[in-house]
């Protein structure tokens, strides 16, 4: 990849797959910038809601998405359950998923290229891409790794009620209209469920290189 065209590469998959992790460390190995568009419909979601909206508004989800600024990405309540959820909710309107299209394009159109994560970057954002990863892990592996992620840091954490909030997302994130959770035709599927960070990042490692 050392000059001409970007080299894309898209990791799309459900919540708590490891897909941020992941799509990190292969940019940093490539030499490429990272986007974790997660974070786009975050910033909405923590906004609106900070602001009283309702969520489900699409009016204005579409206007706040359209003002987004890059320092809307650095509210620090952004990473955490709530503004998770709050992105699912908003990331429902086509207004918001329109109006952060060319945003994400023009990150992963700037030399030498990009890694970004999210839900529909191999279908919707980037169908061009040079690699697409589909990064998924079963409902139980996922809920087990984000509850564990919670009690490391010494927060308070039932498996049972995380189980459900993952399950929940799912359902919505797939079950939307517009630009669904769903694995491009030509995306890798790389389960994760029976792998630890390392053995996902090889794994990783060996789908880009053997398309390079
Ligand atoms: O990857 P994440 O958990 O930060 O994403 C939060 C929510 O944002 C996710 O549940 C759905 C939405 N999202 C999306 O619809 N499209 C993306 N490309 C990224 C995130």
């Known amino acids: 990849m050392a000059s001409g065209k970007p080299f894309v590469i898209a990791i799309d998959g459900p919540a708590a797959a490891g897909k941020g992790t992941l799509a990190e460390r292969l940019a940093a190995h ?15 979601g923590r ?3 900070d602001r009283g909206f ?18 809307d990405l650095t509210h620090p309540g952004l990473r955490g359950r ?15 998923r329109s ?12 030399a030498p290229g990009a890694v970004l994560d999210g839900r529909d970057i191999g ?3 980037c169908p061009d891409a040079d690699v697409k990863i589909f990064v998924t892990a ?20 039932d498996y049972e009620r995380i189980l459900a909030e993952v399950r929940e997302r799912d359902a919505r994130d797939s079950g939307r209209a ?3 959770l769903k694995a491009a035709d030509d995306a890798v599927i790389l389960d994760t469920s029976a792998l630890d960070r390392e053995g996902a990042f090889r794994a990783a490692v060996a789908i880009v290189d053997a398309r390079r």
């Open 30 to 44: 490539y030499g490429l910038a990272y986007l974790d568009t997660g974070l786009l419909y975050r910033a909405i």
């Open 82 to 96: 709530e503004a998770g959820e709050f992105a699912s909710r908003v990331a429902v309107h086509p207004s918001v």
């Open 99 to 110: 109006a952060l299209v060319a945003f994400q394009r023009g990150f992963a159109g700037r």
């Open 54 to 71: 309702d969520l489900d508004d699409p009016v204005i989800a579409g206007q706040i998405a359209e003002a987004l600024d890059p320092e």
């Open 138 to 157: 079963s409902p139980e592996v996922r809920a087990r790794r984000r509850t564990d992620e919670l009690a490391a840091k010494g927060r308070d954490v």
């Open 47 to 49: 906004l609106m809601a």
């Open 178 to 180: 517009t630009a669904p």
């Open 123 to 125: 279908t919707v954002i």
